[in-house]
Nanobody, 129 residues
């Protein structure tokens, strides 16, 4: 059984940083692109970033470049998302998701959430002003 388990969310003040974790089990890490998405209340889910399991190549949605950093630890089958200079508008549930074989085209990630094979349950990030 494939499981993606996010952790690391919480309440943080604006300007701070967080590192979210996505622990993957039940899949061959090299065979997947691991993605991060977020969804704020009343808004559509947004793609943030993807990292290739096999070679660590990273991809970012244009709107997410700069304050978001994706990384992985293959030995731990874990993908991380660091968010710096947090803003109240970063408040959302953050999800990781796995797509078999590769990362989709992040030059236009519209609809990329529709092709994920597995999802985690999400972790809440709340940024206070």
């Amino acid at each position: 059984e494939v499981q993606l388990v996010e952790s690391g969310g919480g309440l943080v003040q604006a300007g701070g940083s967080l590192r979210l974790s996505c622990a993957a089990s039940g899949l061959n890490f090299d065979d997947y692109g691991i993605n991060w998405f977020r969804q704020a209340p009343g808004r559509e889910r947004e793609a943030i970033s993807c990292i290739s399991g096999i070679d660590g190549t990273t991809y970012y949605a244009n709107s997410m470049k700069g304050r978001f950093t994706i990384s992985s630890d293959k030995a731990k089958n874990t993908v991380y998302l660091r968010i710096d200079s947090l803003k109240p508008e970063d408040t959302a549930v953050y999800y990781c998701a796995a797509q078999y074989s590769y990362c989709s085209d992040y030059s236009d990630p519209t609809g990329v959430d529709g092709v994920m094979d597995f999802w985690g349950q999400g972790t809440q990030v709340t940024v206070s002003s």
